[in-house]
Every structure is written in C-alpha cells, then in structure tokens.
C-alpha cells in the first residue's frame, strides 16, 4: 500500500470513529478529528483524557526545512504531515495538553503566540502547554517569507487543536511503560583533527522508548504517546514526509484502529537514523520504533502488565533561563525548561533547541531512584533556533558545537533549572508558570 493510500484508509477509519471540524484556508486544507475516551467512570483516580489531530501537510509547493543545500521547494506528498494534541486532566484541577508536530521545529515565536491564545481562550497556563517538533527534514520552512500563509495557517490550527483536545475530554486510565529500540546512533566520529559528522558506533546514545498508553471505559486503546531521540533524517529529499517518526505513528494507528498516535521527540541533537537515505529505511526504522512500543504497553494484555498507572495531581512549571555566549557583546538567548509532572508516576522533562544526548542522560542520572517516578526527557521542545550542546560536545567542538558561541557553563544553567522546577511540582504551587 503506498503512504497516500494508507493515509485515506486512516482518514476513512478516523472519520467513522471521530467528529471533524473543517477549516478552509487559501494554503492548506485543515481538518481536525477528535475523540473523546470514554463516557463511563473509569480507574486512575478521576483523571480524563482527550485527543485531536490536524493534516498539516501544505498543499502548495513551500520552501523546505533542515537542509541548506535544497534551494527549490518541495515537489510533492510522500506522507502526509500531522499536528496532533492529547489534553490530560486530573480531575482536581490538574490539566496539561501536549502537541506534537511533524516539522523542523517550534518556534519562540510560535510557541508564545498559540500559548497566549489557549489561554485566553480555555484557560489553560501556558506552563502546562507543552509543544514538541519531531524535527522531520521533509517539512515546511514555515519562518521563510513565501510562507507566510501556512505560518498562519499553523498558529490557527494550534489553537484550534488544544481547544478541541480539551473539548474532548472524557474519563480515561492513563499508563506508563517504556522499551528500547536501536537503529539510532551517535554521530559524532573523533579524529586527530576534530570531530566528524559520522556514524560513531562507540559514542553515546539513548535509545530508550517511554510510552504514555490512554484507554477508554472497556480497556480499549484509544491514545499512544511515545518518544524516541534520534533526528528524523533518513531522508533528505524534496517531498512532504514524516520520516521514521511519521511511519511509526501511522503503523501504530493502522495496527490499532481508533488509536491517536503521538511522537515525541528527544534529546537527538547529535543522533541520527542509520542506515539512510533509501525511502525503505525511514519505513523499517518506523516500523522498529512501532513494535518498540507495542513492547512497552502489551496491547493484548488488560489491564495491561508492565505499565505503571498514573493517578494524582498533573503539576506544571516553566520558566525561561538566559544562556550567555563567550562573546560577551552578543545577548543572552532565552531558554524554555519545562517540567510536567504525572502524579508520582512520570516526571517529564521538556527542553527546548536541539538538545544533544548528553541532557537526557544526565537527567536520568541525577533524578531516576528506585521509588521515583519514571523520567521522560524531549528535547526540541517549546523553543528552535539551533542545537544547544552539552559542556562535553562544546570542549570537543565539532558540528553540533559550532552553531553558535556558547559559553560552556550553558549545561549547568539549563540542569540548575530543571531541578528548581522538579522541586516546586512537587508541591501545589507547581500548578502556575514561572518566568
């Protein structure tokens, strides 16, 4: 089955199962799909759940994203792109809504823009807005002057997406699991000279895969978050696509229909796909990741066996840091570190640029305990004007640490505010942003 007939199966399966709202704008045809989980009390202690998903995929040719050398705009569809948005709800207050997004990245811009209007229009603070880009180099530019319309067109449909997310809210029992999956590896090759963009078999990676499984009154699947760090890079050429993150997505909802798939990416910064460059290796990489997942929440299993059931209070906090540069002329760059925690079960880490390997596992380090809550570390979050390198990759140097002059104490700001704000979701007051 080709990847656009595939995607008509879906839409025609989503269609008999979910309402949509039609948006017609002059750039892209917008529909958004929503589920509610259940109608019936179910067990997690009160908590809901509600998705909604968005084809986001332009419909007329637009620059692309990721790689400098391709001057001339896409030339067709291969895999439709998709925003997609589960809304968690607590039921003492507690809410959080979580978008994922088949493109390069999110920008500060965009970010603060859909975070404003959420707000306003549902209530939601922007701490529990959570905004994370698979970082496909097969998308849109959307920042480039011939898009202006699709940027528009995405800010809409954002807001759209969150609001008809929490619209669907619905009692539900929410799980975490996790399973490993291995095609991704370090990129970073020594040398006598430096440090090469080459695959490094030897370097450090993360192929650690959380899973956030959601289901509905009867035990049935209804919602599958899950993550993965390694950049969406298997192809490189001019046609729309999701890479490995977007065929992983859609076999998980073939697989199981009525199943939102959502991807969240990691700290991938200096990871990628490897093999590469053949359309087959973006199919079997997702196809990896996908029974990766399966692995980690058994579907046929119910209640579900290695999972850990979330219940309790959803706290938030956000807040920006200044990273300074070496050239001490050049100002500060403003940087979002979120913290999301999932009652005592799951404590996510959002950071924002392209995070190298190195945040997630000191992360891990430094919070993973015995009786601890489950870390979960994305990178690519919130925030996307470059990579953000570990103090280890910026002595190196090399690629990823050239981007720009960080001075190298930026990793100890960064780690510094992710335990500030793992401290204050430990109590109530974690429910407000900070800034």
């Not at 001057?71 to 979580?98: C, S, Y």
């Not at 994922?100 to 306003?120: F, K, P, S």
């Not at 992710?418 to 430990?426: I, S």
Request: aromatic share 6%; hydrophobic share 40%.
């Amino acid at each position: 089955m080709s990847d656009r007939a595939g995607t008509r199966d879906l839409r025609a399966c989503a269609s008999r199962l979910a309402s949509c709202v039609v948006v017609a704008v002059a750039c892209t045809a917008m529909r958004v799909e929503s589920r509610g989980l259940a109608a019936d009390e179910v067990a997690g202690g009160g908590w809901r759940a509600g998705v909604a998903v968005v084809r986001i995929t332009p419909e007329r040719p637009l620059p692309m994203a990721g790689y400098a050398g391709r001057k001339e705009p896409a030339e067709g569809t291969e895999q439709d792109l998709f925003a997609k948005a589960i809304a968690l709800d607590d039921g003492a207050g507690g809410r959080t809504v979580w978008i994922t997004l088949d493109l390069i990245g999110v920008t500060a811009e965009l970010r603060e823009a859909v975070a404003r209007r959420v707000e306003e229009a549902v209530g939601l603070a922007p701490a529990a807005l959570l905004i994370n880009a698979s970082h496909t180099h097969c998308g849109p530019e959307y920042v480039h002057a011939d898009a202006a319309d699709y940027r528009r067109f995405l800010e809409d449909a954002l807001v759209e997406l969150a609001d008809r997310a929490i619209a669907e809210l619905a009692p539900a029992t929410v799980a975490f699991g996790s399973a490993r999956a291995a095609f991704a590896m370090n990129r970073r090759t020594p040398t006598r000279e430096r440090f090469l963009n080459h695959p490094n078999p030897s370097g450090p990676v993360d192929h650690a895969v959380p899973v956030l499984g959601v289901r509905d009154a009867q035990g049935g699947l209804r919602g599958l978050v899950f993550g993965y760090a390694c950049h969406n890079t298997t192809m490189g050429f001019r046609r729309w696509l999701g890479d490995y993150a977007g065929y992983a997505q859609r076999y998980l909802e073939e697989d199981h229909p009525g199943v939102t798939a959502l991807f969240m990416m990691g700290c991938g910064g200096d990871q990628n796909p490897y093999p590469r460059s053949e359309l087959k290796y973006a199919e079997r990489h997702g196809r990896t990741l996908a029974t990766a997942v399966e692995a980690a929440i058994e579907v046929n299993q119910n209640p579900p066996r290695h999972q850990r059931v979330v219940s309790g209070a959803i706290r938030t906090a956000l807040e920006t840091i200044e990273l300074p540069f070496t050239d001490t002329l050049r100002p500060p760059h403003r940087y979002p570190v979120q913290v999301i925690r999932l009652g005592d079960a799951v404590l996510l880490v959002a950071l924002g640029m392209e995070a190298t390997v190195d945040y997630a596992l000191r992360i891990k380090t430094e919070f993973v305990t015995p009786d601890g809550p489950a870390v979960w570390v994305a990178g690519y979050s919130n925030d996307y004007p470059g990579y953000v390198p570990s103090r280890r990759v910026l002595l190196e140097g090399g690629y990823e640490a050239e981007s720009r002059p960080w001075d190298p104490g930026v990793e100890e700001r960064i780690i510094a505010a992710v335990h500030r704000l793992a401290d204050r979701t430990r109590s109530p007051t974690g429910t407000a942003a900070s800034r």
